[in-house]
């Protein structure tokens, strides 16, 4: 997945042109940039890519998902239905906004299960976010509906499955707000940077003053420029955006080696038997920046992860035990750890964690391994890890 595998001359230019005429900053300043707007031409780039009439850059993924919260609305005390399995930005970003992050299971597509969803919103939510975890996808049609019928907000996290695609649209682009991350282990990075999509053009001007302070944006005078709403910084700079433009300009490049590599691995563990592989909607290809398979028990999973570990394949995990993607191990969310008080109503709204359990997600994220798909292996690389991985499930299973 990482982008940085393949950082060339290409990025270095853009950074330059930035240094060059020393604007660092993507708002104003318009007589010394030189005609250099790379935060603007990264948003027309990414907006051809994923189809979209709008997006607006942001600082991070987190930064993006919250921004796109609070641009359709939600805010305090309102519940924001989210999968078991993704990363600590999913609650962090809800809780921001003083929201109440409601986890429900995942299902063999390794996120939301619509039947989890619909079972778990109540008068107070405002909002489902899928997390298009490991480069696959969610039940787009059934959630979709599911948002329809409630009147509820659909947010799609995309962070992991750039390039992926749900009956030809790109991922991120099918909910009402899709959300991206280029922090630095993303398929295309920036170092730091996120991204907000929309197509509704409400959401999409909020999202812009939102994330600069509530700065309204008119004209090229910023001291001029007023403040219709209370805002926050979430800006991206000139040179993170730099090297985003020429990260995104080879997507469809690093796509192809991605689903290169991805293949060859799958192709091998196909053969093996007990393995199985996570379910890709129907009309979803993926974005191939993970491989996902299953063992037939959460103990063999986690054999199969020390066996990989200690001959040497890396960069497959169970996530079963991982501190950052289960809710396993969030104690510090579950416990309520926070450096300042937390209002009554999201302590109230979280008391459920402390006394549900998620058994259809520990099954599948218990017998589960996730291997990342790396850019820089070569093909020879790749075939050799891939009969060593089979081999290695054959012993352990
Ligand atoms: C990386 C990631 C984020 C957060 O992105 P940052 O840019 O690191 O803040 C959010 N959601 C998912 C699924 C991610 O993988």
Redesign the pocket.
Known sequence: MPGFELFSDLERKEVNDVLDNGVLMRYGFDAMRKGHWKAKELETELATTFQSNHVQLVS????A?SVALASAGVGAGDEVIMPTF??V??FEAIMMLGAIPILVDVDDTLTLDPKAVEAAITLKTKAVMV?Q?CGSMGNMDALSKICNENNLIFIE?A??AIGGTYKGKPLGSIADLGCF?F?FV?TITCG?G?AVVTNNKEYYINADHYSDHGHDHVGNDRGAETHPFLGYNFRISELHAAVGLAQVRRLPEFIAIQKRNYTIIRDALSKVPGVTFRRVPDGGEESYSFLNFFLPDTETALNVSKGFKENGVDVCWNYYENNWHYINKWNHLKDLKSLFPISKEVKKGLEYLKTKSFEQSDHFIGRNISCLIKLSWTEDEVRIRASKMAELIKAIN
Do not use: I, L, P, Y
């Open positions: 991070s993924g987190t930064a998902v993704t990363f930005a999913s997390v975890m996290d962070c992991q991350s922090d993303k730091e996120g």
